[in-house]
């Protein structure tokens, strides 16, 4: 799956910005995708119907399955060109975590934060490497809105991704939720209020 520990290049731990189909391509502990993990999870936070007892670390790993999709499902559909992406390697894959782990408890702790989101989003959108890029954009083959005249041919593109889409991450993350609540309660697991005791 992870075809490598790292960067042929020997400097797997230093923090790089590289260009498409270069080496470093996803290699590095850190680069320039970090901005859209962080952005990815900070949604997440914000959306989910998690109860606020569940740590925002144990919500950050589902990124392991973004994770899995990089590296069985894009590869596997040469979703780049040919010979540009081979997949993470295992230690970008690992610390990919840490901006999702913050972005989602950011987004756990309110919509305080929401104005930074929103400025680093359009900054990473402009420099090409945003949510849009990989969600709505040039990344995925769909449209890409920095192109003149793509704007108003991604209406349904846009309609199904950001409306259709979450509508349904929504009811499905919610459903998980209660079920889990009710499996809790019929094997008879403590309630919330025993993790959270009332000040005094």
């Known amino acids: 799956m992870w075809h490598s520990w790292g960067c042929s290049c020997g400097c797997t731990f230093s923090p790089i910005i590289y260009e498409e189909g270069s080496i470093h391509m996803d290699q590095h502990v850190f680069d320039q995708w970090n901005f859209s993990h962080a952005i990815w999870g900070f949604a997440l936070g914000a959306v989910t119907h998690a ?49 999702s782990m913050l972005g989602v408890w950011l987004g756990r702790r309110g919509f305080g934060a929401w104005p930074l989101v929103v400025v680093a989003e359009v900054a990473a959108t402009r420099a090409g490497f945003g949510i849009h890029s990989v969600f709505l954009g040039h990344q995925g083959s769909i449209c890409d809105v920095r192109a003149p005249g793509e704007f108003g041919t991604c209406a349904q593109a846009y309609l199904v991704r950001l409306v259709v889409l979450p509508v349904l991450f929504s009811q499905l993350d919610g459903l998980l939720w209660r079920c889990l609540a009710a499996r809790r309660r019929r094997a008879g697991a403590p309630s919330k209020a025993a993790f959270c005791p009332k000040a005094t």
């Open 51 to 99: 109860p606020r007892s569940v740590a925002a670390w144990k919500i950050g790993f589902l990124f392991v399955l973004w994770e899995f999709w990089e590296n069985v499902v894009e590869v596997a559909f040469s979703t780049y060109a040919p010979g540009q992406y081979m997949g993470d390697s295992v230690v970008n894959s690992v610390f990919d975590m840490i901006p």
